[in-house]
């Protein structure tokens, strides 16, 4: 009788066709990988993060601590191998038992470990454990760190967070289900795919890692972005001036400019139809201008925000005047463009100019005293790397700012996309947004050790006065109406901090609003979505604390209140004004030509 043995299945002519497709493939990804990799510019840290030598006081100071008190840190280790041991040995008996499965409780939700398998599964689970484990005794053992200045402390938990979350096993191809699956069900063809992505990520930045976070394909400035009709009046070094086609037989006399961030683009406030604030308000029957700044490149290295005062807003300001006929105009100023706004309405309160009839802040701050999460990127170290980039480029290009932003939200803008593209294989998603998040900007050399020296570090507009121009610039200079807006969990610019800044300015007529959500969607949120709602307090003497705690909370958008308070402040209504004037020919249709720049060194 003949026995029959099994035999290893052999792969088919179009399996080998593929795999041999996919090892040239990969060969030829290696070496473009070694081009790109020996090109990118050494240690700098700014690049490379702040803070190289707090670990070393850290270590310092733990073991200072070890001498002091003996007793504590022999605690935090024998909790730490109690914990691991007690993990390892019920391990090691449920697999004693042949019982491959995992422990009954599965430990707490995490979306990062979302599979199935993270449950279910002996090996994954125990790895899942442990990094819970891990990330337990790391993140106590430095909340129990002495002897540390407060300002050391808080950079020592951010790069201990930062730590915690680059080492979760989801990062990791062997240990992530999810890419695992992914690989077999492609046969390899999504690790090849997410090779290339990481190359190309690589290639696109000068060997830094930036994730790209959107199809940027799928996208077009004007046709499915940046669509509301409108066109460029006015253009010079700094800026490009967008008047919008007005959709209301009439409107506020008023005119109303908005001055975006020039950290990115403007059109984040001119998305899609469905969700254009700019749009949105030339439908409540307003003359609608909108700045559109230029992508700094290297001949704009000495240009400070003296310049984007003078060329920017008061320019912007002086042309509005002329082309509407009227004496003053309604302000808008987000982010770093309302603290510049902040500026430029002290400059003019000294200078007793009176064009300005209201001012709105978005997310602005303007008090820097408690620097929040942006703690680490404020020490000398980090700016003394700045420092090192500029004087090298010119300018600060846009891919350290995009990263910076980056680490403080790195689970959803670094670790989760990483995995989708490298591991998963994954094209990014056509999504508006993260489109604009990548659509950044440089930012002129000057400007930037400006701001990031005096505003940010020194904290001088709040404290003292801020030189400029021939004058000391203070935030009681701010006497114009003001309406101000801030977003309950905005990791950018704290709602508290925006708060802080508005309750020093001098003005007897503010109103502060505080929308729920972050930088961007508490303040991109139309009243159609119904979505995140907003709180009021008219009484500004009040701690933060208390202010929340006895405002009102309103239901939906913060936009329909906000534009009740500037009508007031907006005159009657006129006859709707078409772009341009006789000596304001229109130069292009919006969204313009220096939105399209691109920031490249």
């Known amino acids: 009788m003949t026995t029959k043995t099994d035999t290893p299945d ?12 996919n090892l040239q493939k990969v060969e030829e990804l290696s070496e ?11 240690h700098n840290p700014a690049l490379d993060g ?31 191998w109690s914990e691991t041991m007690k993990h390892f040995v019920q391990a090691q008996q449920t697999l004693a038992k042949g019982k491959l499965s995992a422990p009954e409780d599965p430990g707490p939700s995490d979306r990062r470990f979302s599979n199935p398998l993270w449950d279910t599964h002996p090996y994954f689970n125990f790895v899942k454990q442990q990094y819970l484990i891990n990330a337990q005794a790391l993140t106590r053992a430095v909340e129990d760190v002495g002897d540390l200045d407060p300002l050391e402390k808080n950079r020592l938990k951010y790069f201990a967070r930062q730590i915690v979350d680059m080492m979760s096993p989801t990062n990791f191809l062997a240990t992530n289900p999810d890419a695992l699956e992914r690989a077999i069900e492609t046969e390899g063809q999504s690790l090849v795919q997410g090779l290339e992505n990481l190359i190309h990520d690589l290639e696109a930045n000068n060997g830094e890692l930036v994730v790209k976070l959107a199809d940027e394909e799928a996208f077009e400035l004007g046709r499915n972005i940046a669509t509301t009709p409108g066109s460029v009046v006015f253009r010079n070094r700094m800026m490009e001036l967008i008047q919008y086609t007005p959709t209301t037989d009439e409107v506020r006399r008023t005119p109303l400019v908005i001055f975006p961030p020039w950290i990115n683009k403007y059109y984040i406030l001119d998305l899609k139809a469905q969700n254009s604030l700019v749009k949105w308000l030339t439908e409540q029957g307003y003359t609608v201008f909108m700045v559109s700044w230029i992508n700094p490149d290297p001949t704009y290295a000495e240009i400070g925000l003296e310049d984007y005062i003078e060329d920017g807003y008061l320019s912007a300001i002086s042309e509005i005047k002329t082309i509407t006929g009227e004496k003053q105009v309604n302000a808008v100023g987000y982010c770093i463009a309302g603290t510049t706004l902040s500026l430029t309405l002290s400059l003019m309160k000294q200078r007793g100019d009176k064009s300005v009839k209201s001012a709105t802040l978005f997310t602005a701050l303007t008090d820097f005293s408690d620097q929040g999460e942006f703690t680490p990127f404020l020490t000398n170290d980090f700016i003394d790397g700045i420092e090192e980039e500029i004087a090298d480029k010119g300018v600060l290009p846009s891919v350290i700012m995009a990263r910076t932003f980056s680490f403080l939200r790195s689970n959803d803008l670094i670790y989760t996309p990483a995995i989708k593209s490298y591991m998963m294989g994954e094209t990014p998603p056509a999504f508006d947004l993260l489109y604009w998040n990548g659509d950044g900007a440089n930012l002129p050399g000057k400007m930037a050790k400006q701001y990031l020296r005096g505003l940010c570090q020194r904290n001088e507009l709040a404290d003292g006065g801020f030189e400029l121009m021939g004058h000391r610039l203070k935030l009681s200079d701010i006497t114009v109406p003001l309406c101000a807006i801030a977003c309950e969990t905005d990791h950018i610019a704290a709602w508290k901090d925006s708060y802080r800044g508005v309750q020093q300015m001098g003005s007897k007529d503010k109103t502060f609003i505080v929308t729920q959500s972050g930088h961007i969607a508490g303040i991109v949120n139309p009243p159609s979505r119904k979505k995140y709602g907003h709180y009021t307090n008219p009484d500004l003497s009040l701690d933060h604390k208390d202010w929340l705690e006895d405002a009102d909370f309103n239901e939906g958008s913060w936009w329909p209140r906000w534009e009740a308070w500037l009508e007031k402040r907006s005159g009657k209504q006129i006859p709707a004004r078409i772009p341009g004037d006789s000596s304001h020919p229109v130069l292009c249709d919006a969204p313009g030509t220096y939105v399209a720049g691109k920031a490249t060194l």
């Open 10 to 21: 052999i792969p088919s002519g179009e399996t080998l066709e593929r795999m041999t497709h």
């Open 32 to 42: 473009r990988l070694h081009r790109v990799m020996a090109t990118r510019q050494g």
């Open 50 to 80: 702040p803070g190289q030598d707090l670990f070393g006081k850290a270590a310092q100071s733990y073991w200072a601590e070890a001498v002091n008190n003996p007793a504590k840190v022999l605690e935090h280790q024998m909790s730490y």
